[in-house]
């Protein structure tokens, strides 16, 4: 008894280590995720859901992480897991930070917020938060948890365990990351930008055939509404387009590599 009591000791004792090493890339990558990693999402909320998460994606990569040989890398796995999980959360958070871009660009556009409302103290802009709303909405009705378990998945593949990225490597992606997220924010705010640009226009005429009308107070009220029924007539056209961008991503978010 003594002996099965020592095995089955060994036993949970290099399950607790194995679910660790998975736990460091997985915490990391929920605490930036969207809809899982939101601010008002309570800690307490957030840590459960990460280990849920582990307890997911343990069993599948447990045939490609071998406790013993990285045990004598403790150090870097604590430097590498957290990194890669993190790499993996910001890229996709950064569709979701595309969604607040575009609808800053938007309220921008039709006279209703600041450009960078949302990266000051000010509350974020009525558009963007509408967007950002209904975009994870979708996400999570179109199964975000399933794909966020399958890239987990993936990233082991990608990146396998007690191995640091290279860092021009990363660099590079996460530039290109970046680049995609603003190219896909302007493109999403694009309606808003057109009606912007053809309602100056428009106003810079009637000003100039008309110097003695106040256009600025005939115009603001129409940008206003113009702004919000364009954004009644193009949110569902918006969403899908963005969607399709988020499974992209989500199906394979180390592109390039």
């Not at 990558?29 to 957030?46: D, I, K, Q, T, W």
């Not at 009525?126 to 794909?147: P, Q």
């Amino acid at each position: 008894m003594i002996d099965a009591l020592a095995q089955i000791s060994d036993l949970t004792q290099n399950l607790l280590q194995f679910g660790m090493v998975v736990f460091l890339r997985v915490g990391a990558a929920m605490a930036v995720l969207p809809a899982f990693g939101e601010r008002s999402v309570p800690a307490r909320v957030r840590l459960f859901l990460a280990f849920a998460f582990t307890v997911i994606v343990a069993p599948v990569v447990a045939p490609e992480v071998s406790v013993a040989t990285l045990l004598p890398n403790l150090g870097l796995l604590y430097i590498s897991e957290p990194v890669i999980g993190l790499g993996f959360g910001i890229a996709i958070r950064l569709l979701i930070m595309a969604l607040q871009v575009a609808g800053s660009i938007a309220a921008q556009s039709t006279s209703l917020a600041q450009l960078m409302g949302g990266a000051n103290a000010d509350p974020q802009p009525a558009i963007g938060h509408v967007l950002l709303v209904a975009g994870l909405a979708l996400a999570v009705m179109l199964g975000l948890h399933v794909k966020l378990a399958e890239g987990l998945i993936l990233t082991y593949r990608v990146f396998p365990v007690g191995q640091l990225p290279e860092a021009q490597a990363f660099s590079d992606w996460g530039i290109a990351q970046v680049a995609g997220a603003f190219s896909l924010a302007f493109a999403l705010a694009a309606p808003f930008v057109i009606v912007s640009l053809l309602y100056n226009v428009a106003l810079g005429v009637i000003n100039r055939a008309m110097p003695q009308l106040m256009v600025a107070f005939v115009g603001a009220p129409a940008i206003t509404a113009g702004g919000l029924i364009l954004l009644l007539l193009t949110a569902p056209l918006l969403l899908p387009v963005w969607q399709a961008a988020l499974e992209v991503t989500l199906a394979n978010p180390f592109g390039g590599w």
